[in-house]
Structure formats: structure tokens, C-alpha cells
């Protein structure tokens, strides 16, 4: 059985009920957490510096293409989708060296996400996770998510529980199935980030969904991503800065609210892969265009990245889960599917990378006819 995971004994009698046998998450027995130096700290009074602008140099430039590396040890890599996530087994990201760093870059810009389960990553320390993290670029502070007290302030901790509703009490209302990509109205926002499960709710749920830019934007018409090529769009964070306030004196505010404008079709500096780069919760209007005009298209862009459900992937978690993905080439989403209450906790290491690169408008309007789907179907 892997580490990290309890068995409920077995009974065989026919009435025993199915929850008797199921495998449970590991769970102190009296309740408190796994990991109690990650819990939550919250200082209304703490302030913290932008980076600023700063040259970012991908790890993935650096990769050798076959990742020896990386998957010298891996005694299973399996897709979890066509378009995005991959499972690999047998690799410690602890172990890795800077070559394997690299690569790992590499296959994550390639495949959008990747995950890596019984890691002794939780166990060996903030420095030491934040060491192999900032290989990928300077570590970014949230503005007013907690950070351990006794660790780092660029550990961004995710904590539900019944002692702390901070998060499940902001999505009260709301569906809190929201499509994002972290940070986008920063400057220079992240690339390959981690985030590491402490804790999981102890039957199931509290997984994350990913999906793929690079395939959302392929998946459109030809001449509609020529349309999009070119445009800009702002993102700001100015919800999440009202959602905090509301929690009154104990409101958090790091820094000041952040607005930035961004390409709408963004390509990735290592693959050169084009993706689409607007997500439902920080990006608020297409720039020169109308109100009217700009909430019609983002509307649709929106529904296109949560609806297209063959271009996602569901990742599960238990304790000493690992997933790895690049913001650049996904919008991601959390999920609450859990009994209010239950535990989940784990820690997010969000390196920030390039100023967003735009694509270039293709004059050539021949792709369709290159594409076999779409000539098969008869829509060139």
C-alpha cells in the first residue's frame, strides 16, 4: 500500500456497509493536523516589496529534450489526458538534480501539469523546498493568502477546516469552481509551480482540475485565433482585494491591488506553443473594445475554457502528492466537493517567469485545410 494511506479492516459479512471498506487518507487520530509547522498565520499588519522587474532565463531552454534526468528512475509514466497531465512514478523531486530541474520544466511547458505521488517533499524543510522551486524563477508572496509561521512567507498555505472557513466562508454563494491561472496580474506572472498536499480530506474530493491553454486556443476556428492574435486584455485582482476586506480587522493586505494589461494569446517561451491567455477570475475587459463588446467575447472565451471538459484532466491527491504545472499553458480550478469541515492542507511554491510573450498574427489562412479534423468534418 502506498505511504500515507490507512486501511479500514475487512469484513465478510454481506451486511457489513461498503464505508467499512473503504481505503481511508491518513488522519491523526485525535483530529489535529499532520503537519502542524504549516498551519496558517495571518498578520493584518505585514507588508512585503514587489520583485519588480527582472530577466528570466526558462530552466526548460536548458533540458535535454529525451530527459534523461528526470525519468532515469520512473517506473511509470501515464497520461492522464491526451491534451493535459501526466502521472509519473518513481521519481523523487527531492532527488533531482539542477539537469533534472530542468527537464522537469520541460515536460511540464509540454504537458501542462504533471504529478508525483509518495514524495518526501513536505519533509524536508523550507529552505530546502524553496531551493529547488526557485530554480524556476524568484518565488512570488501573495498578497493576503497565510504563510506558515514559522516558515517562509513564500509558502502560500491552503487550509479548510472546521477550526479555519477562511477560504469555504469567501465562496459562500458562489460556485467555487472558478478557472484561473494564479497571479496573472502581475507583471511577470508564474510559470512551473508546486503545490504540495499535507493533508487531504480523508475519503475523497478536494481535487484540482486543470486544463490546457495551448489546446483551448487550438480547439477554436482557424480564423477565429487570428481574431483573438494581437488583442490585449487587463487583469486585475481587485475581487480577491474586496473578498479580503471583508474580513474586517483581520483582513490581510500585503500589497497593493494589481492591474495589468496582457496579450490575449500568449506563447510560451520554451515550446513556442500558443495559448490562450484570459481566465474567468482575473481578467475583466479586452482593451479598445466596448463594455458590451468585451464582456460578449470574454463570456464565450470563459464558457470555452471551463465547458470543454476533453481539454481537462482531474488531479487527485493524498498526503505526499506533488503537482507540478505550468500557469503559462493552463487555467486550473479548486474543488469543494468535500464535507464543510473535513481537512485539506498544503502548501503552494509559485515561481514567477517571463513578461507574457504575444503571438504573432499569421497572415497564412491556410492551417484549416491542414487541419484533418476539421477537413474530415467538412468545416473548411
Known amino acids: 500500500m502506498a505511504p500515507g494511506l490507512t486501511e479500514a479492516p475487512t469484513s465478510t459479512s454481506v451486511d457489513e456497509p461498503l464505508t467499512s471498506k473503504l481505503i481511508k487518507r491518513q488522519k491523526n487520530e485525535d483530529g ?14 505585514e507588508k512585503v516589496e514587489d520583485i519588480g522587474e527582472f530577466e528570466h532565463f526558462d530552466a526548460g531552454h536548458r533540458a535535454d529534450p529525451k530527459l534523461p534526468n528526470l525519468l532515469a528512475n520512473a517506473t511509470k509514466v501515464a497520461d492522464l489526458s491526451p491534451h493535459v497531465g501526466t502521472e509519473i512514478e518513481g521519481v523523487q523531486l527531492s532527488r533531482l538534480s539542477e539537469a533534472g530541474l530542468d527537464e522537469l520544466a520541460l515536460l511540464t511547458a509540454k504537458r501542462g501539469a504533471l504529478v508525483f505521488r509518495n514524495q518526501d517533499f513536505s519533509d524536508i524543510g523550507f529552505k530546502a523546498q524553496k531551493k529547488i522551486v526557485g530554480h524556476f524563477g524568484p518565488l512570488h508572496i501573495h498578497g493576503w493568502a497565510p504563510h506558515p509561521a514559522a516558515g517562509s512567507e513564500a509558502h502560500m498555505i491552503i487550509y479548510d477546516h472546521k477550526e479555519d472557513l477562511r477560504v469555504r466562508r469567501s465562496w459562500k454563494g458562489r460556485s467555487p469552481v472558478q478557472w484561473h491561472t494564479d497571479q496573472s496580474p502581475e507583471p511577470q506572472p508564474p510559470g512551473t509551480t508546486f503545490i504540495c498536499m499535507l493533508e487531504s480530506p ?27 492574435e494581437g488583442l490585449t486584455a487587463i487583469h486585475s485582482n481587485n475581487d480577491g482585494v474586496s473578498q479580503e476586506l471583508k474580513n474586517g480587522d483581520g483582513a490581510v493586505m500585503r500589497r497593493a491591488h494589481l492591474v495589468q494589461e496582457h496579450p490575449v494569446v500568449i506563447l510560451h517561451p520554451v515550446t513556442k506553443e500558443k495559448a490562450l491567455y484570459v481566465n474567468p477570475v482575473y481578467t475583466k475587459r479586452i482593451v479598445g473594445f466596448d463594455q458590451e463588446e468585451s464582456d460578449y467575447l470574454l463570456g464565450f472565451l470563459f464558457d470555452h475554457i471551463a465547458k470543454r471538459q476533453d481539454l481537462q484532466c482531474r488531479v487527485r491527491y493524498e498526503t505526499g502528492t506533488v503537482l507540478v504545472w505550468d500557469q503559462r499553458v493552463t487555467n486550473h480550478s479548486q474543488t469543494l466537493d468535500y464535507p464543510a469541515g473535513d481537512r485539506r492542507h498544503a502548501f503552494r511554491l509559485t515561481p514567477l517567469a517571463n513578461k507574457p510573450i ?23
Do not use: Q
Open 358 to 380: 504575444p503571438s504573432l498574427v499569421e497572415e497564412d489562412d491556410g492551417e484549416c485545410a491542414e487541419d484533418f479534423a476539421r477537413v474530415s468534418l467538412g468545416l473548411c
Open 202 to 228: 480523508a475519503s475523497a474530493g478536494g481535487d484540482t482540475l486543470v486544463s490546457s491553454s495551448v489546446a483551448a486556443f487550438n480547439a477554436l476556428s482557424p480564423r477565429f485565433r487570428k481574431r483573438l
Open 32 to 45: 489535529s493536523p499532520l503537519y502542524p509547522d504549516y498551519m496558517p498565520f495571518y498578520d493584518p499588519l
